[in-house]
């Protein structure tokens, strides 16, 4: 059974940091790309950020300079470290995990990150 946990969410000013994890088990970590996305309400889920299977990175340009995706494949874990935060950064933040050739992707169930001004 495939599941992603997302942890670290919480509330902060604007200007704080904070750093996401999401630790995934039954599936093969290595070989996903790993991604963090966002669903802030009233609005449609966005990709924030995501690391393929040998570390490239890709983010949405409204976080680029102060958001940071890394993963650790020996923890099964994706982290995303959040600097800089805006209140428009607060969201519910989803992991997600593909892998390149395979028609299905996974879900966490979200992680809530408010920022407040």
């Known amino acids: 059974q495939v599941q992603l946990v997302e942890s670290g969410g919480g509330l902060v000013q604007a200007g704080g940091s904070l750093r996401l994890s999401c630790a995934a088990s039954?599936?093969?970590?290595?070989?996903?790309?790993m991604g963090w996305y966002r669903q802030g309400s009233g609005n449609q889920r966005e990709l924030v950020a995501t690391?393929?299977?040998?570390?490239?990175?890709n983010y949405a340009d409204s976080v680029k300079g102060r958001f940071t995706i890394s993963r650790d494949n020996a923890k099964n874990t994706v982290y995303l470290q959040m600097s800089s935060l805006k209140p428009e950064d607060t969201a519910v933040y989803y992991c997600n995990a593909r892998r390149v050739g395979v028609p299905l992707e996974y879900w966490g169930r979200g992680t809530q990150v408010t920022v407040s001004s």
């Open positions: 690391i393929s299977s040998v570390g490239s990175t």
């Open positions: 039954g599936i093969i970590f290595r070989m996903n790309t």
